[in-house]
């Protein structure tokens, strides 16, 4: 499977930071699939953000849970991800990832600077 993301490279303190992850080459339905949203910040490790199944259901990092969204449209084989409340601590390459049994395929990643 081939993933995409798109969304503001640019968002600014307070807001809410939203992008999909456009998917080809599969159905993000296809049983067992897990769909996962990954961020890399400036100089540090990779983080798990969230997952959402095949099945629509979605987990979340405990750390980002309470401000952090998944979710699907199913009729244009995207998933999407909102972060709300955002801080200069979210800025960070956000890739999204296919999981099945092992990694089936990454995005690019886009670039998200969180700046007033």
């Known amino acids: 499977v081939q993933l995409q993301e798109s969304g503001p490279g640019l968002v600014k303190p307070s807001q809410t930071l939203s992008l999909t992850c456009t998917v080809s080459?599969?159905?993000?339905?296809?049983?067992?699939?897990?769909w996962r949203w990954i961020r890399q910040p400036p100089g540090k490790g990779l983080e798990w953000v969230g997952t959402?199944?095949?099945?629509?259901?979605?987990y979340y990092s405990p750390s980002l849970k309470s401000r952090t969204s998944i979710s699907r449209d199913t009729s244009k084989n995207h998933f999407t991800l909102q972060l709300s409340s955002v801080t200069p601590e979210d800025t960070a390459v956000y890739y999204c990832?296919?999981?099945?049994?092992?990694?089936?395929?990454w995005g690019q990643g886009t670039q998200v600077t969180v700046s007033s």
């Open positions: 990832a296919a999981y099945i049994g092992g990694w089936a395929g």
């Open positions: 080459g599969g159905s993000i339905t296809t049983n067992y699939y897990i």
């Open positions: 959402i199944a095949y099945s629509g259901s979605t």
